[in-house]
Nanobody, 120 residues
Framework: QVQLVESGGGLVQPGGSLRLSCAAS????????MGWYRQAPGKQRDLVAV???????NYVDSVKGRFTISRDNAKNMVYLQMNSLKPEDTAVYYC??????????????WGQGTQVTVSS
């Protein structure tokens, strides 16, 4: 029905930057709240940042001032600009979206994840 595909992960040195992208496709009528989550090895998946359809944003305290979430409603995309990266940011990053599909059902979807590794 709806597919979310992340890109932009990789290996970066501490203090570096990465930009994650998430493209949504499929039977989409409207996109609502979109967000980024991350999961480090042996830990639960945690919220990083969210953005509403009206572009109101919220961040977990540990990334405030370093990460910026944004969206392009015309392209059904959400982005995460990550600056001043730290080793503790290392995780698999997942895109999440609340989508109203053509049938009228409102569902949440997940991407497959993209690895971000911060290491010297």
């Amino acid at each position: 029905q709806v597919q979310l595909v992340e890109s932009g992960g990789g290996l970066v040195q501490p203090g570096g930057s990465l930009r994650l992208s998430c493209a949504a496709s499929g039977s989409i009528r409207s996109m609502y709240t979109m967000g980024w989550y991350r999961q480090a090895p042996g830990k639960q998946r945690d919220l990083v940042a969210v953005i509403t359809s009206g572009s109101i944003t919220n961040y977990v305290d540990s990334v405030k001032g370093r990460f910026t979430i944004s969206r392009d409603n015309a392209k059904n995309m959400v982005y995460l600009q990550m600056n001043s990266l730290k080793p503790e940011d290392t995780a698999v990053y997942y895109c999440n979206a609340q989508v109203l599909i053509m049938t009228g059902s409102l569902n949440r979807y997940w991407g497959q994840g993209t690895q971000v590794t911060v290491s010297s």
